[in-house]
């Protein structure tokens, strides 16, 4: 992978010139009492460079949105559907690594066995420039247990990674390739002082980090081992708020409503959620698992067995959100270490 270096003063340019390139700019800006939330900067110029932590809610808002229309429905009889199509240029700037790796996660999902289109369409007009971590962004956080920090590997266009007196660019496809020979005056080749601190930085971070045999997780949960009084405290805990699968960046269930007012239909998605007691009923108002603590073990299940059985890794980047969000104080990354016999349950 190609590695370059950028003064900050260059990377103001780079960011004004890319915006002229695009439709949207994604980036981390603060926002509601200062949290640092992404939205479009394109505009106001309020993104952050540099910053430390992590969003409150992921990119993914942008890339599967609470609800998104979908198709036009010019005939509901006749099932005349136009296909409503978002082909909206958006950079993704400041992406930290952990969400990086989520958005490979999803792609499994979205793209690799049925292909949606809506959300290929939107991938394929994106850049990604992610942003590695200098610092764990909470006390919480668990990514580089699982490969998913505090830098990215693969799966952005362009990665930086700060340093004193400006950002080292790690190149890694054919889009960021394009952003760099667009602008080359901008960047210089990156000075082997740089390279050198900030690999010492990651060691440092990932020091004490254990692997997750997300196997063996994965293994006990097939085998029905966890506990049954580990789903009951789960459940007794959880209040169905929705914060975990709101924040989640690997949260990927959504349904489909057909919506009509005034003689004009549309299709709509939106974002569904594990938790809720209506996810799984079925015609006939049958409820396949009507019991509470059956709804947010399936937020388990989903992420640490049935994904790891599907796709051979677990859905989940250890980014914490759910566990710094959930009013029931459930940690995603204890019942891992439970269940893998590395701590006992709480
Ligand atoms: S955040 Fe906690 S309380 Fe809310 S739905 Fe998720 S597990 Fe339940
Ligand atoms: S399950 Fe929790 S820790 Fe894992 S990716 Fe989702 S929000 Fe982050």
């Not at 700019?25 to 110029?45: M, N, Q, S, Y």
């Not at 240029?89 to 289109?117: Q, S």
Request: charged share 30%; with cysteine.
């Amino acid at each position: 992978m190609k590695r370059l270096f950028i003064i900050k003063e260059n990377l103001k340019i780079l960011v004004k010139n890319l915006k002229k390139e695009c439709d949207e700019f994604i980036a981390p800006k603060r926002e509601h009492l200062d949290d640092i939330i992404f939205g479009d900067t394109k505009v106001d110029g309020g993104e952050l460079l540099e910053y430390e932590g992590n969003s409150v809610i992921s990119p993914r808002a942008f890339l599967l949105p609470q609800s998104e229309p979908l198709f036009e429905i010019k005939s509901a009889r006749e099932s005349d559907l136009v296909p409503i199509q978002d082909k909206k240029r958006r950079i993704f700037y400041g992406v930290r690594p952990c969400d990086i790796k989520a958005l490979a996660l999803m792609r499994r999902f979205f793209l690799d066995a049925v292909v949606d289109v809506p959300y290929q369409e939107k991938m394929e007009h994106s850049i990604f420039i992610a942003l590695a971590c200098n610092t764990l962004c909470s006390a919480e956080a668990f990514c580089c247990e699982l490969d998913a920090g505090p830098v990215a590997q693969e799966g952005f266009d362009l990665q930086l990674v700060a340093g004193e007196n400006g950002f080292l660019v790690d190149v890694g496809t054919k889009k960021g390739k394009h952003i760099v020979e667009g602008h080359k005056t901008l960047f210089t080749n990156a000075p082997a002082r740089d390279a050198k601190q900030a690999n010492a930085l990651f060691k440092d971070m990932a020091k004490g980090c254990r692997r997750i045999d997300y196997k063996k997780v994965a293994q006990a949960m097939r085998d029905n081992k966890v506990a049954e009084s580990v789903w009951d405290d789960i459940a007794l805990r959880c209040v169905v708020c929705s914060g975990c699968t709101t924040l989640c960046p690997t949260c990927s269930c959504f349904r489909v409503v057909d919506r009509l007012s005034h003689g004009k239909g549309v299709r709509l998605r939106y974002c569904d959620g594990c938790p809720y007691a209506g996810f799984t009923r079925m015609a006939g108002d049958n409820a396949p698992l009507p019991l509470h603590k059956d709804h947010i073990r399936r937020f388990f299940e989903h992420k640490l067995n049935v994904d790891v059985a599907r796709y051979g890794a677990p859905s989940c980047v250890g980014c914490a959100r759910c566990i710094r969000t959930c009013p029931g104080n459930i940690s995603i990354r204890k019942f891992i270490e439970a269940v893998a016999g590395q701590t006992k349950a709480e």
